[in-house]
Structures are given as structure tokens and as C-alpha cells.
């Protein structure tokens, strides 16, 4: 494993794209103390103020594109429970891609890459937790370690119970059904009523489960499920 610090960058998914296209091993790792042009999903910007776990991670998986999707809730999956070991209270996932701490948004996954016909060429997965964050630097319906249990958490430390759970579950990246219920088991939303904003239109029914592909199964009033790629989740 091999680590690049930075003080201040851009986004550690950037560099760790660029690391990656010039052939950087595999489990090359960028952390940053601070972003500047943090990434979230659907091209948004993530807060990545000092005191946070910013960091990204080259994978170069032996998986087909279309499981592409699976790594996303692999690396959740680790993320939750390095999260979850290391502050002692129970850390939840949201579709398709957020940890929660307390029924609030206290981290993010964001996975991009390159895939080359059916072969993923490479993956990185960006991970991003507020843990010694203010309240007053978190964006509305988000949390932080610090804001829930009022103690500060080494990042360093998190970050390597990360990369180790990481790299000693890299083999179930082949069992698809395995990572898929182990997030569900851990989903907020399990079996409750939710809407889903889309550019489409919104969709409301009951959360029902995660398909192969990644999409969120949603069981409307009308007796039919939805199989739904993308969207903003809301429940209560
Ligand atoms: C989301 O929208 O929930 C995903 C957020 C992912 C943020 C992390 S922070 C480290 C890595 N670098 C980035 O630019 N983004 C990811």
C-alpha cells in the first residue's frame, strides 16, 4: 500500500484518477487534510473542510464493467464498519452512497473510473467522513463524529482501520450477493416509505431492496416495483 499526503488539493479523487492513468499500482491511496474542489455525487461540491477523512483509493478489481456498481456498496460497506468500530455507535448506510451517524449524512462515497469494454482498467474510490467538523462548516442535514459524541477521532487512525478492512475483504468483491445484503441488513431505509426526486419526476412507495445493477427497488401504492438508477432519497 502506498500513501500520498497532501496538505491541500483539489479533489483526492482527481489525483488519484491522474496516479491511476499513469499506471500507479494498485491500493495507491490519496489523503488530503483539506480540499479545495472536493467532488460529491451528480457532479456536486463536497465540503472538505480540516478535520475531515478525505481520501481516495486505486483499485484495479478483476470484475466486469457492469459490476462497476458493486464497489460503490463494497467500499461502504468497510466504510461503515471502520466508522462504526472506531467510534462505538452504530453507522447506517442511505442509497446509494451515504453513511449515517444519527439519522444525518456523516460521509459519502463516490466511486469513479475507467473501464475499457467489458474490463474495469481501474477504480477509484473516493471516501469522505466529517469526523472533527464543526457544526457551523456542515451543510444542512449533515453531521459529524464530533458533532454527535462531542469527542475529536484520529483521522490517521480511521483511515487505517479502513484500508485494512478494505484489503482483507477485497476477495468478497467477487460475491455481489454478499455485499449487496450485507448493505441492505444496514440500510436506513429498510422496508419504509420513501420518495426519490429524479429530473423525471419523483417516485414514492416502499423501499424494497438493492438489484444487481445497483438501482434502489421501490414498491409503489399501485402494486408495482421500480427499479430506479439514480435520485435524491428522502424518508421519515
Ligand atoms: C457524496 O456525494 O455523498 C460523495 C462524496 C464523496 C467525497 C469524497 S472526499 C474524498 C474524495 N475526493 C473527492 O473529491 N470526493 C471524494
Redesign the pocket.
Known sequence: MHTVRHKRV?????E?LKLAENGCLEWTVVV?DE?T??????G?F?D?PRG?????IVLRPNITSVNLPVIQFFVANSARRALERAIGTRVRVKWP??LILDGL?V????VEGRLVGARIEFAVA???INLNVHSSSLMQGATSTFNITGRPFNRDVILATLLEDLESSYPDIHNKEKILREWWENCVHRSKPVTVVRSEGSISGISTGISPSGCLSVKTSKGNTLEIPEGSLHFS
Request: glycine fraction near 24%; aromatic fraction near 6%; include cysteine.
Open positions: 483539489g479533489s483526492t479523487n482527481a488519484a488530503a480540499q474542489a472536493g467532488r460529491g455525487r451528480s456536486k463536497w472538505s475531515g477523512l478525505w481520501c481516495s452512497n451515504d449524512k460521509g459519502g462515497i463516490l473516493g471516501v469522505g
